[in-house]
């Protein structure tokens, strides 16, 4: 402002000036040649500083009303603006003032990437509103008023979308601060792949050391006894060839187990992006099992609609697996002239997904979705006759390695690792699983009831035993409440052979 008025100022004596010598040089004819080069030149000094000021005032203007300083990396290059906005990972640049006004922390400027995952606008907001992690604010303040350049790693929560994420912030330089205003840039960087590779190495390599002992302890046992004592007898020879061979089928299926249940972990905060075909994959899962069933003399049966009708979110492998997983476990345990159910539903609700199918089973609920994500669920139940699990057991059903007590040795022998597989996978589909059971009650004819002074004998009523696990998946959308035609099935022999 005050190079204005110099200018006002100035100009105003150099035009006096200037008239001044074009009256002298009215009256004084022989000076009139030198008072007009002299008048010249002070009217064009006096023009050209005042354009020279006036184009200074009009540049600073500009400057002051441009919204963000686009300085370029190249000439003809983008601006550092447009590089930040490309970067993958979520960079801001946070303003603060007072060390105390934790509120006055505000995001003057936020890439794509951070827009996106802490749902920033595109100017920017306050600090506290997009994360509230304590450490990352605290290293922020470090850099905003201590100068100090840091990182600090924090996890967000979520269900299966659980991240890992590392903080770095560091203090920006600033020309002409007012009011004490300080900058510190902050990036984030997503760690959970890292993360999940290097827990699942260390997991992968703890649970093999421990379920691979016993296995390889009994095979070095029967090749020591086969070597002494055992060596000239075939008859011994033949069992403990036998038994060893079991022993590395199941070593077979153990890392086979758990090299699939790795890779379903490293992806399980992905949720799937294409869609499956639930009832074609009960169908061929059905297929693949009929000559076992058959072999157990169980009978199979679908109750599904047509497959192609109905489309879900999910991964078809994978869902292709948890069937597999769930019909097999049913069969291993479901007794010789019984029947294993599997049923599709669509358009089910939460509540309804939720719901006893017998009110006098034992419920549990294995793994709950998010609320409010998904309004409607596909689900898939599957149903066998066997004895049932006893209510006790029901909460470690899904840890790794867990069998029900009673049911470890004899036919159905397994690594324990097929329904954390079912787990692990719903969760990436952000479904759930529920399991019912009804067990035996171990009452004897002569057990007696006391109620109200009268004594009476229990009725030889046994109940009816089953186990029965629900997997749902959501659903793109509602398919309307018409009923579809059903594809009711039962076979032992290959589902090939049905209509």
């Given at each position: 402002?005050?190079?204005?008025?110099?200018?006002?100022?100035?100009?105003?004596?150099?035009?006096?000036?200037?008239?001044?010598?074009?009256?002298?040089?009215?009256?004084?004819?022989?000076?009139?040649?030198?008072?007009?080069?002299?008048?010249?030149?002070?009217?064009?000094?006096?023009?050209?500083?005042?354009?020279?000021?006036?184009?200074?005032?009009?540049?600073?203007?500009?400057?002051?009303?441009?919204?963000?300083?686009?300085?370029?990396?190249?000439?003809?290059?983008?601006?550092?603006?447009?590089?930040?906005?490309?970067?993958?990972?979520?960079?801001?640049?946070?303003?603060?003032?007072?060390?105390?006004?934790?509120?006055?922390?505000?995001?003057?400027?936020?890439?794509?990437?951070?827009?996106?995952?802490f749902h920033l606008r595109p100017d920017g907001?306050?600090?506290?509103?997009?994360?509230?992690?304590?450490?990352?604010?605290?290293?922020?303040?470090?850099?905003?008023?201590?100068?100090?350049?840091?990182?600090?790693?924090?996890?967000?929560?979520?269900?299966?979308?659980?991240?890992?994420?590392?903080?770095?912030?560091?203090?920006?330089?600033?020309?002409?601060?007012?009011?004490?205003?300080?900058?510190?840039?902050?990036?984030?960087?997503?760690?959970?792949?890292?993360?999940?590779?290097?827990?699942?190495?260390?997991?992968?390599?703890?649970?093999?050391?421990?379920?691979?002992?016993?296995?390889?302890?009994?095979?070095?046992?029967?090749?020591?006894?086969?070597?002494?004592?055992?060596?000239?007898?075939?008859?011994?020879?033949?069992?403990?060839?036998?038994?060893?061979?079991?022993?590395?089928?199941?070593?077979?299926?153990?890392?086979?187990?758990?090299?699939?249940?790795?890779?379903?972990?490293?992806?399980?905060?992905?949720?799937?992006?294409?869609?499956?075909?639930?009832?074609?994959?009960?169908?061929?899962?059905?297929?693949?099992?009929?000559?076992?069933?058959?072999?157990?003399?169980?009978?199979?049966?679908?109750?599904?609609?047509?497959?192609?009708?109905?489309?879900?979110?999910?991964?078809?492998?994978?869902?292709?697996?948890?069937?597999?997983?769930?019909?097999?476990?049913?069969?291993?345990?479901?007794?010789?002239?019984?029947?294993?159910?599997?049923?599709?539903?669509?358009?089910?609700?939460?509540?309804?997904?939720?719901?006893?199918?017998?009110?006098?089973?034992?419920?549990?609920?294995?793994?709950?979705?998010?609320?409010?994500?998904?309004?409607?669920?596909?689900?898939?139940?599957?149903?066998?006759?066997?004895?049932?699990?006893?209510?006790?057991?029901?909460?470690?059903l899904a840890e790794r390695f867990y069998r029900?007590?009673?049911?470890?040795?004899?036919?159905?022998?397994?690594?324990?690792?097929?329904?954390?597989?079912?787990?692990?996978?719903?969760?990436?589909?952000?479904?759930?699983?529920?399991?019912?059971?009804?067990?035996?009650?171990?009452?004897?004819?002569?057990?007696?009831?006391?109620?109200?002074?009268?004594?009476?004998?229990?009725?030889?009523?046994?109940?009816?035993?089953?186990?029965?696990?629900?997997?749902?998946?959501?659903?793109?959308?509602?398919?309307?409440?018409?009923?579809?035609?059903?594809?009711?099935?039962?076979?032992a022999a290959p589902m090939k052979d049905a209509?």
């Open positions: 402002m005050e190079k204005r008025q110099s200018v006002w100022k100035f100009v105003p004596v150099g035009t006096v000036i200037g008239c001044a010598i074009l009256v002298v040089m009215a009256f004084l004819p022989p000076m009139h040649l030198l008072t007009i080069i002299v008048a010249l030149v002070v009217i064009g000094y006096t023009a050209i500083r005042y354009l020279s000021l006036l184009g200074d005032a009009e540049e600073k203007i500009r400057a002051l009303k441009a919204p963000e300083k686009q300085n370029k990396v190249q000439p003809l290059g983008p601006s550092f603006q447009e590089v930040l906005r490309a970067v993958p990972d979520p960079v801001m640049i946070v303003s603060g003032h007072e060390p105390d006004d934790i509120a006055a922390r505000r995001v003057i400027f936020a890439n794509d990437a951070a827009q996106t995952v907001g306050p600090l506290v509103g997009a994360i509230r992690v304590p450490e990352v604010l605290e290293n922020v303040d470090e850099a905003l008023f201590g100068g100090i350049t840091g990182s600090v790693d924090f996890e967000t929560s979520g269900g299966a979308r659980d991240q890992f994420w590392r903080a770095y912030s560091a203090p920006l330089p600033m020309e002409h601060a007012a009011d004490g205003q300080r900058l510190a840039l902050l990036v984030i960087r997503d760690e959970t792949d890292a993360r999940r590779m290097e827990r699942m190495r260390a997991d992968f390599l703890a649970n093999a050391s421990h379920e691979l002992r016993t296995p390889l302890a009994s095979i070095t046992g029967f090749i020591e006894t086969l070597r002494g004592p055992a060596r000239d007898d075939d008859q011994a020879r033949d069992r403990f060839l036998t038994i060893m061979g079991a022993q590395a089928d199941r070593m077979g299926r153990l890392i086979a187990d758990l090299l699939s249940l790795s890779r379903i972990e490293m992806s399980e905060h992905v949720p799937p992006s294409g869609e499956a075909d639930l009832a074609l994959a009960v169908r061929d899962v059905v297929d693949s099992l009929s000559v076992l069933a058959q072999q157990k003399g169980v009978r199979l049966r679908i109750d599904a609609p047509r497959p192609g009708l109905f489309p879900i979110i999910g991964d078809r492998d994978q869902i292709l697996q948890v069937v597999q997983n769930l019909t097999d476990n049913a069969l291993k345990y479901a007794p010789q002239d019984s029947e294993v159910s599997i049923t599709v539903c669509f358009d089910v609700t939460l509540p309804q997904a939720m719901s006893l199918s017998d009110k006098q089973a034992a419920k549990l609920v294995l793994l709950r979705p998010d609320r409010n994500v998904h309004e409607y669920y596909a689900r898939v139940t599957v149903r066998d006759e066997g004895p049932g699990i006893k209510r006790e057991f029901l909460p470690r029900v007590e009673g049911q470890k040795s004899g036919d159905k022998l397994g690594t324990g690792l097929g329904l954390a597989i079912v787990k692990h996978i719903i969760n990436r589909h952000r479904g759930g699983l529920v399991v019912e059971s009804q067990g035996a009650i171990s009452a004897k004819e002569d057990d007696i009831l006391e109620r109200d002074g009268n004594v009476a004998s229990l009725p030889p009523v046994p109940p009816q035993t089953f186990t029965a696990f629900s997997a749902y998946f959501p659903q793109t959308r509602a398919f309307g409440s018409v009923e579809p035609p059903r594809l009711v099935t039962r076979a209509g």
